[in-house]
């Protein structure tokens, strides 16, 4: 009992870290996106060995030099903001090819259309392009969010009080090492659950009425 | 100049310890990939109770982050009477999530090989079995290999977890010449840059390896 309501009292940080990270990801992969489609050979280029870094180095790796490397040599940062910015920055690179994914969806003739309809690049994006790719990417963005809860878990190795951190030190001083475990297992598997319903329902409901 | 030096001296360490991710990781899918085959049967058995109570094992096994995993394994088990060394306690935990994970891949490539081919077999007069072994399984792991080979690379990167657990593998070699040189960037970038050469490479072969397999649907 006393490790279960231990452990529940760091949920809020474990939410907190993964929300905020997909928040920042959300954002920064959407130039990441752009850059993929660049008219500039380079710039698709440069773009995608970022993706490629941002999705190749091990999470923990990641946050470990953000964490440990410049905050060591170039700022001094508290863990909770490297352990955001981290898990953000390797968000950016998979929900940039998820909004891809979306993007490659979307029927050639819509652009074209839009274009004979004299529509400026902006208004396209925002109002013909980019609803369309962002339905059929929010399935792919949920799935990323299930799996960015679990690798939240690794912020613990700098320090960051979530449940994971809570659970490792809750075995340690009681010296009950299954038990803490089970209920960190559990309590993850409760907080994903939800959102895989979600993932589905959506799904779902975002291909009702499509043809294809 | 200074940092290439350092890199060269660091080196061997870190590619002792990338030698040691590679075989927890190529152990780990070795002992979880033919258990995801079995999950990936049972789960669509026709016994109701064996259906729920593997659907329920792969869930709890997809549901749980590596690193609870990892842990329960080492630090959790000595408790139940179970100790085992770093390296037998990652190879276990990467294979259970491995058999949990590629369970449902398996499971995704045996559901899309095409009934037809499975008509035409029983239609041909196959057995249940031979169907099963000659048509069913080649077919449904051609369908699904690309998503396992993404699945190893992921595995790889996971095995990093395992430097919480002890194990000399290529995140504690570097943190180690890190706490000891207090160079944490240099060498964590090395260790970094370790972990692309196998897994961006790794990536390009998944993606024509796929591209080859949907060549026919172009």
Do not use: C
């Amino acid at each position: 009992m006393d490790h279960f309501l231990k452990i529940l009292s760091a949920v809020p940080v474990t939410l907190l870290v993964t929300f905020a990270a997909f928040a920042l990801g959300a954002v920064i992969a959407l130039p990441l996106a752009g850059g993929r489609r660049s008219r500039f050979a380079i710039v698709r280029l440069v773009t995608k060995g970022v993706i490629d870094i941002l999705r190749g180095v091990p999470p923990v790796v990641f946050v470990f030099i953000l964490f440990f490397g410049v905050g060591s040599d170039l700022i001094r940062w508290e863990p909770l903001p490297a352990a955001i910015v981290g898990l953000g920055l390797i968000s950016a690179g998979h929900l940039a090819e998820i909004y891809r994914g979306g993007l490659m969806a979307v029927h050639q003739g819509q652009f074209e259309a839009s274009a004979a309809l004299g529509l400026t690049s902006t208004t396209t994006f925002s109002r013909v392009i980019g609803p369309q790719a962002f339905r059929v990417a929010i399935p792919g963005m949920v799935t990323w969010l299930i799996s960015l809860l679990k690798d939240s878990s690794i912020v613990s190795t700098i320090g960051v009080a979530e449940i994971m951190f809570v659970t490792s030190q809750g075995a340690r001083s009681s010296g009950e090492g299954l038990l803490p475990f089970v209920i960190a297992g559990a309590v993850y598997i409760a907080l994903g659950t939800p959102l895989a319903a979600l993932s589905r329902w959506l799904e779902k409901k975002l291909s009702f009425g499509r043809r294809a | 100049m200074e940092l290439l030096t350092d890199w060269v001296e660091w080196l061997p360490r870190l590619l002792s310890g990338l030698w040691v991710s590679v075989q927890v990781t190529v152990l780990a899918l070795v002992i979880g990939i033919p258990i995801g085959f079995v999950l990936a049967f049972m789960s669509s058995a026709k016994n109701a109770i064996v259906r729920w109570l593997t659907i329920i094992v792969v869930e709890v096994g997809r549901g749980m982050p590596a690193l609870v995993m990892l842990q329960m394994v080492y630090f959790g088990l000595p408790e139940a009477g179970v100790v085992l060394d770093s390296f037998a306690a990652t190879v276990i935990a990467l294979g259970l999530t491995t058999s949990a994970y590629t369970s449902e891949i398996i499971r995704a490539g045996l559901r899309a090989v095409p009934e037809g081919e499975l008509e035409a077999a029983d239609a041909l007069g196959l057995k249940r079995a031979d169907i099963v072994r000659f048509i069913l399984i080649p077919q449904g792991f051609r369908i699904a290999l690309p998503t396992l080979m993404g699945f190893a690379i992921l595995i790889l990167q996971v095995s990093s977890l395992a430097f919480t657990l002890g194990l000399p593998e290529l995140l504690s070699q570097a943190y180690s010449i890190g706490a000891s040189t207090f160079e944490y960037l240099e060498v964590l970038t090395l260790a970094g840059i370790l972990y692309l050469v196998i897994t961006v490479p790794g990536g390009w072969l998944v993606e024509n390896f796929e591209k080859r397999l949907s060549k026919h649907l172009a």
